[in-house]
Antibody, heavy 121, light 107 residues
Framework: QVQLQESGPGLVKPSETLSLTCTVS??????????WSWIRQPPGKGLEWIGY???????NYNPSLKSRVTILVDTSKNQFSLKLSSVTAADTAVYYC?????????????WGQGTLVTVSS | DIQMTQAPSSLSASVGDRVTITCRAS??????LNWYQQKPGKAPKLLIY???NLQGGVPSRFSGSGSGTDFTLTISSLQPEDFATYYC?????????FGQGTKVETK
């Protein structure tokens, strides 16, 4: 059974960097069959795709966040991570990690439970 | 960006009702359209991929149709556990985008 689990601070100060890690079990981030994604959801609002990483390290980011986002993969720990710099209150959201099928129809088939990150001083 | 527009934004229905939600893309996306269900406090769950393919374990009362720019999610007979918010999502563009969501509430 594939499982993803987000971890990281729930509170980040404005202008600082948000850092989250997604630990994957039941699959390998090195498999090459999937993309590993981050998606966020502000309280009471809809879903926004942040970006994804492939096992090779290649990435694709949402242009609206590209200047502030870094996604990395650690194959030795079977994890991938998100860094979002210069955060503001608008970055307050539930952050999800998700597995995206890497070929064909490219849908998100497994999601983590989500972690709420609040940006506040 | 490919904009995804869902209608309606919310609807009220009763158990047993047939429910239809539409999703329109701002340009043709072939069949690269997926549907998710989200319940409060939970992660989205994949229901349908490639416009009309039911994800494993999803009840057959859910169905999807459409191609190009216009898509539909249908729940043939609404069950109590189906009250939730539904999102469409396109995977045609490298910039993945979601619809704004449709909340299905009890009448």
């Amino acid at each position: 059974q594939v499982q993803l689990q987000e971890s990281g601070p729930g509170l980040v100060k404005p202008s600082e960097t948000l850092s989250l890690t997604c630990t994957v079990s039941g699959d390998s981030v090195s498999s090459g069959s999937h993309y590993w994604s981050w998606i966020r959801q502000p309280p009471g609002k809809g879903l926004e795709w942040i970006g994804y990483i492939y096992y090779s390290g290649s990435t694709n980011y949402n242009p609206s966040l590209k200047s502030r986002v870094t996604i990395l993969v650690d194959t030795s720990k079977n994890q991938f991570s998100l860094k979002l710099s210069s955060v503001t209150a608008a970055d307050t959201a539930v952050y999800y990690c998700a597995r995206q099928v890497g070929s064909g129809w490219l849908y998100f088939d497994y999601w983590g439970q989500g972690t709420l990150v609040t940006v506040s001083s | 960006d490919i904009q995804m527009t869902q209608a309606p934004s919310s609807l009220s229905a009763s158990v047993g009702d047939r429910v239809t939600i539409t999703c329109r893309a701002s340009q043709s996306i072939s069949s690269y359209l997926n549907w998710y269900q989200q319940k409060p406090g939970k992660a989205p769950k994949l229901l349908i991929y490639a416009a009309s393919n039911l994800q494993g374990g999803v009840p057959s009362r859910f169905s999807g149709s459409g191609s190009g720019t216009d898509f539909t999610l249908t729940i043939s007979s609404l069950q109590p556990e189906d009250f939730a918010t539904y999102y469409c999502q396109q995977s045609y563009s490298t910039l993945r985008t979601f619809g704004q969501g449709t909340k299905v509430e009890t009448k």
